[in-house]
């Protein structure tokens, strides 16, 4: 029926001129008289065929092809109406997330740099309460060896000259150190006070305080 097949064909392409349809009638009424077995044919090659597809859809569980209407008319509806809904939702949950995320990042932030304000601050603290009482620990020390020197050897006058003038400029540096570190406390409370600009302010007290410990502990080391 293949030859039938082709004729008929051409002849509904437009491929067989009008004069020559005649010549060609037996053909198509052999073929319109097995049209029932074409249509049986190609029926179960169309099944076939469905059958193949569904398998290679879902190899686990193809549908069966009674459903697949239903199947690509549900599929249709998911695609149009559920997930659009659903994306929307997930892109609301998203857009919370991200607004929590970043309110929690600022207030780390925040926290982060109070802490380092107020470890900064306790450490100067710490740093000029220490150095004074380095210094003073240090004036204990010379005295008390100017103590046994003296208990055991008899002194020079130039010594006791000497002894007594460190001693004034002891009582008197230490004086300067309480009055240094009284004030130092009530400056760092005003820059405790004052934010950012307080804080450069109190680098550069860092600095100089730093540069006048070193310089004592030069004095004393030229004591020594």
């Not at 380095?134 to 006058?157: D, V």
């Not at 760092?188 to 450069?200: I, S, T």
Request: aromatic residues 2%; charged residues 20%.
């Amino acid at each position: 029926m293949h030859t039938a097949i082709e004729i008929t064909t051409a002849q509904l392409s437009g491929q067989i001129e009008d004069s020559d349809r005649d010549i060609l009638s037996a053909d198509i009424s052999f073929l319109l008289s097995h049209t029932p077995t074409i249509c049986d044919a190609l029926s179960t090659y169309l099944s076939v065929t469905a059958q193949y597809l569904c398998q290679i859809a879902d190899p686990a569980n193809p549908p069966p092809l009674e459903e697949l209407n239903t199947t690509a008319t549900k599929l249709h509806d998911l695609a149009t109406h559920t997930l659009p809904a659903e994306l929307q939702q997930v892109r609301l949950h998203l857009i919370n997330a991200l607004s929590t995320t970043l309110s929690t990042h600022l207030a780390l932030l925040k926290t982060s740099i109070r802490i380092l304000e107020q470890t900064q601050h306790g450490a100067l603290a710490r740093q000029t309460r220490s150095s004074a009482d380095l210094l003073h620990s240090r004036s204990i020390l010379l005295g008390l060896q100017a103590q046994l020197h003296m208990l055991t050897h008899p002194p020079p006058a130039e010594v006791i000259a000497a002894l007594k003038q460190f001693k004034k400029m002891q009582g008197s540096g230490e004086k300067a150190l309480k009055d240094r570190e009284q004030l130092a406390k009530r400056e760092l409370d005003l820059y405790r006070r004052a934010g950012e600009k307080g804080m450069r302010d109190l680098a550069r007290r860092k600095v100089s305080v730093v540069a006048e410990i070193a310089r004592v502990e030069g004095e004393i080391a030229g004591w020594e």
